[in-house]
């Protein structure tokens, strides 16, 4: 990360309000194949509408992300929602993170897309965890037309990513919800790690 990436960030949050508006989390963390509530990773959380949901439904959560301001607001509505206590977050670099082997029950990257990232932090999962990934596809239809192909995956890439340490629990293709800034089409996945 670097200062410049935290400063891009930091002033998309302050000077845009619908970053700054609560919105639903996503609608995989109410799938019955999760396993039970425990420790939750949310890498580049942002604003934190997954981490409060997690938080509200049991979880314990680490909360990451490069932007100061965008953690600031997360502690913020986790105050409002009571679930504080619940929540940690952290101030990280992604491109260098190194999450402890085998901690997370869950592990969710929403909006966000490090391909190696993703390899990299397969081992943080317990075996019988968790991951869920969901974010934006190359499409020609996008709204955003000047997304950087590098952070845009290909239609069938998502389910290669984890490893052949996982299995498929769910894999979708679909047009975002109306909730966000651009009409775009992503990519979810739900996978369970089933060995180390």
Known sequence: MSQKDQEKWDRKYLENPRLREARPPLRWLEDPRLPAPGLALDLACGTGRNA????????????????????????????????RESIRTGLIDLDSYEAPSERYDLILIANYLDRELIRRIASALKT???????????HPENEKKDSNPDYLLQA????????????????????????????????????RKIRD
């Open 52 to 83: 409060v949901a997690l938080a509200q439904n049991g979880w314990k959560v680490d909360a990451l992300d490069l932007s100061p301001v965008a953690l600031q607001i997360l502690t913020e509505a986790a105050e409002a929602a009571g679930v």
């Open 128 to 138: 019988g965890g968790v991951l869920i990934v969901e974010t934006y596809m190359e």
């Open 156 to 191: 069938g890439e998502l389910p290669r990513l984890p490893g052949s340490s996982f299995e498929t629990l769910l894999y979708e293709e679909f047009w975002n919800e109306g909730y966000e800034m651009y009409r775009m089409r992503k990519a979810a996945l739900i996978a």
